[in-house]
């Protein structure tokens, strides 16, 4: 795989090594410095183009406050390699006297995952238990050149084939008409939402962008690159470059492969098993084999998807405010779970609702959420939405979420913004041209290759299936005034659904922070609450000035 090499001076490289185990690759993990800067660095990293490293010469080791001098004068009494080989030849001992590969959920590395295209940070983004920081699209404008070329990646299967020079003018033509865009967007959007009295320029300034990113975005193909940050356990990342390995796209495999060596420089005992033959890849093996099983089974099936809306709950518990309502009382008696369900199927309506009204309680602010009893219930969606927004929906990985291959088939979305801005007509050619190229490319390298091809507006399938208490997270989380329309749109819907179909009026009546109401410019309020803080100002901003 070709990826973009980053120059740096040798007094650069002289500070870099210090802090990364890499400084020409892509794939790199950071040590040596404390936590807080390393979280820092990550939570920096999701609102700017540069790269990782460059971002920690540019901002941070030129503050004095961070102390990255004093760090590497302690670093130089003694070898970090010398530090790492101790720990390893402990963790070894542990391992093998106490048979407890558990050990390595207790050992985290932050990795930094650079120029992967947006259908790897999807697969980055698999495991539950880790943290995850990626680069926005609503904050970074992406028509900014990387080494020459707009930031696209380019499959091995297309580079090495004679679709390549097609491939290389569709990507340039959709980050062309993005480019167009940008201005036209931001302009419209300015003379639409003028600055008031009292807003200072750059909060303005910042929420105008936001919502002109936003509004293109669906412009850009899934083969744009990105930044992602992680934060895992040793286990955690054995188990996503066991998957990696038995992922169909070779840019996964080989993904997968450089953090492995660069994981192995500094956990390299927490990561063993992935390339053993008898452990990690016959593991490897047994998921690829069964996909491929799978893959084919439903092919045979031969039949054609039929019309579906946008959300459909398709599975709930028709019990499951009852069943909830015994577990309320299970933490707090001493009756087994089956007398508590019995008890409860006995009550009363009004006492159930009672029951339920108080595990919920007084919230508050949506970060007050009730507690696990509300996992008793359910509920399983089937999701037809822009892969723009299933981006954002996808980062909720506490819940069961899974989704099928990203195609152009299934229609793309069009903001209405831009028939305002009389940009209409470039969308649907721009997308139309994408399609029928995502479909040269499906009849000569297969649908997994294809899916690079296919823009962000266009749909993509998936299913999410969560309990009660996640479903309050993710629904009142996304209908947040700041929220994206698409996705805010979707969990309006799934509330409506818990209440309408599953008929959980008791539950839902408990996300009381779901906001259903519009907002023109979605950035704005945050933007005014970052300013609130900076002056020290404890008072809320009125809206009208």
């Not at 990550?42 to 961070?66: G, I, M, N, Q």
């Not at 790897?120 to 050149?145: F, H, M, N, P």
């Not at 450089?258 to 390299?268: C, D, Q």
């Amino acid at each position: 795989m070709a990826y973009y090499q980053e120059s740096f001076t040798e007094q650069e490289r002289a500070v870099l090594s210090r802090f990364f185990t890499n400084l020409d690759g892509p794939v790199f993990a950071l040590i040596n410095l404390p936590e807080v800067v390393k979280g820092a660095l990550f939570a920096r990293y999701s609102r700017t183009h540069k790269s990782l490293r460059r971002l920690f010469l540019d901002e941070f080791v030129t503050d004095p406050s961070v102390g990255i001098e004093a760090i590497a004068t302690e670093m130089d009494r003694e070898d970090p390699l010398i530090k790492l080989k101790r720990a390893e030849d402990l963790y070894r001992r542990v391992f093998y006297e106490y048979g407890d590969d558990s050990v390595a959920q207790l050992g985290g590395v932050h990795l930094a995952c650079e120029q992967a295209s947006n259908l790897l940070t999807k697969v980055l983004e698999w495991g539950r238990l880790a943290a995850y920081l990626e680069q926005s699209t609503r904050y970074i404008s992406y028509d900014q050149r990387l080494g020459g070329r707009y930031r696209y990646f380019v499959p091995a299967d297309i580079e090495e084939s004679s679709l390549r020079e097609d491939y290389l003018a569709m990507m340039e033509r959709l980050f062309d008409t993005y480019r167009e865009m940008r201005p036209v967007m931001i302009d419209y959007f300015t003379k639409r939402h003028p600055r008031k009295e009292g807003d200072p320029a750059w909060v303005h300034r910042a929420a105008i962008r936001a919502k002109a990113f936003d509004s293109i975005r669906g412009l850009l193909p899934a083969s744009t690159i990105s930044n992602v940050g992680i934060y895992a356990t040793g286990q955690a990342y054995e188990m996503a470059m066991i998957r990696m390995q038995s992922h169909p796209l070779r840019e996964i495999q080989d993904y997968g492969s450089m953090m492995l060596a660069e994981l192995r420089k500094v956990i390299p005992s927490f990561l063993t098993r992935v390339d053993l033959p008898d452990r990690g890849v016959l593991w490897s093996n047994y998921l690829a084999d069964t996909n491929a099983r799978l893959e084919e089974m439903a092919h045979r099936l031969g039949i054609r998807p039929a019309p579906a809306p946008e959300v459909a709950l398709t599975d709930w518990d028709p019990d499951a405010e009852r069943k909830l309502a015994a577990a309320a009382l299970y933490g707090v008696s001493e009756l087994p779970d089956a007398q508590l369900r019995e008890a409860v199927d006995q009550m009363p309506s009004e006492q159930v609702t009672e029951l339920i009204a108080s595990l919920v309680g007084e919230r508050g602010n949506r970060r007050h959420k009730p507690g696990r009893a509300m996992e008793r219930s359910y509920y399983r969606f089937d999701v037809l939405c822009d892969f723009g927004a299933f981006r954002d929906l996808q980062r909720h990985r506490m819940m069961t979420i899974e989704w099928q291959p990203l195609t152009t088939r299934l229609g793309h979305e069009r903001p209405e913004e831009l028939s305002d801005a009389g940009l209409d007509g470039l969308w649907d050619r721009t997308l139309q041209e994408a399609a029928q190229f995502y479909e040269q490319v499906r009849a000569s390298m297969g649908r997994q290759v294809a899916q690079y091809t296919a823009p962000f507006a266009y749909r993509i399938r998936f299913m999410m299936e969560m309990n009660a208490r996640q479903a309050l997270h993710l629904i009142e989380l996304r209908t947040q005034p700041a929220g994206h329309p698409n996705y805010r749109r979707v969990c309006v819907e799934m509330h409506r659904q818990i209440a309408e179909v599953a008929g959980h009026t008791r539950i839902a009546d408990a996300f009381k922070y779901l906001n259903t109401e519009g907002v023109d410019l979605e950035r704005l309020e945050d933007g005014r609450r970052v300013e609130r803080s900076l002056l020290g100002q404890t008072r809320p901003l009125p809206l009208e000035f």
